[in-house]
Nanobody, 125 residues
Framework: QVTLVQSGGGSVQAGATLRLSCTHS????????MGWFRQVPGKEREGVAR????????YYYDVVKGRFTVSQDKSNNTLFLQMNGLEPEDTAMYYC??????????????????WGQGTQVTVSS
């Protein structure tokens, strides 16, 4: 069992910066594929980034490339999503997700087994 606890988020003006956190527990020592997703009511969930806790190589989906950065604090089992240059289109509920194993290139949100509680990000123009 992997537990994910999210923090961060909030309401900001366009151009602002926010950082989301996701603290994971369970399967100590095992590599986990971690994902950040977002969803707007009435729309499909959208991939933001993914990151493997062992190889620490991030992958960003096109909608956030160059603006968002994923990092981790391994000592505290915490994943971060640094969001710079926020745009109103970034408004969504953001979720952290995980599964134990390698990040496959073909991974989709359906592959992620464990999910955080979600945190709202609202960007006004």
């Amino acid at each position: 069992q992997v537990t994910l606890v999210q923090s961060g988020g909030g309401s900001v003006q366009a151009g602002a910066t926010l950082r989301l956190s996701c603290t994971h527990s369970g399967y100590p020592g095992w590599g986990k594929c971690m994902g950040w997703f977002r969803q707007v009511p009435g729309k499909e969930r959208e991939g933001v980034a993914r990151f493997h806790t062992h190889d620490a190589i991030p992958y960003y989906y096109d909608v956030v490339k160059g603006r968002f950065t994923v990092s981790q604090d391994k000592s505290n089992n915490t994943l971060f999503l640094q969001m710079n240059g926020l745009e109103p289109e970034d408004t969504a509920m953001y979720y952290c997700a995980a599964y134990v194993g390698f990040c496959r290139s073909s991974v989709t949100d359906n592959d992620f087994i464990y999910w955080g509680q979600g945190t709202q990000v609202t960007v006004s123009s």
